[in-house]
C-alpha cells in the first residue's frame, strides 16, 4: 500500500509545463477494504436467509425423487 496516486494536468496548451499531483494512497486504503469487507459481509448473510428460507419453503413434489413435475396422475384401485 505505499503506491502513491499520481496525477499530470497541463498547465496551459501554449505552454510546455505540466502540473503534477502526488498523494498517498494509504489513508484511504483501510477506508475502502473496510467498506469491501462490509459489503461481502451484507451479501453473504442475504445469500445465506436466501438458502434457508428457501430450502424450508420448497415443494415436497418437486423434491420427490422421480418427480416429473406432470400433476395429472390417475389412481387407480
Known amino acids: 500500500m505505499n503506491s ?16 503534477i499531483i502526488e498523494a498517498s494512497i494509504k489513508p484511504n486504503a483501510h477506508s475502502i477494504q473496510s467498506l469491501y469487507v462490509r459489503n461481502l459481509a451484507i451479501i453473504l448473510a442475504i445469500a445465506v436467509l436466501a438458502l434457508i428460507f428457501f430450502g424450508t419453503h420448497q415443494s ?18
Open 4 to 19: 502513491p496516486f499520481v496525477r499530470e494536468t497541463a498547465i496551459s496548451p501554449g505552454l510546455p509545463w505540466t502540473a
Open 60 to 77: 415436497p413434489v418437486s423434491s420427490s425423487p422421480g418427480s416429473t413435475g406432470n400433476h395429472d396422475h390417475q389412481f387407480t384401485q
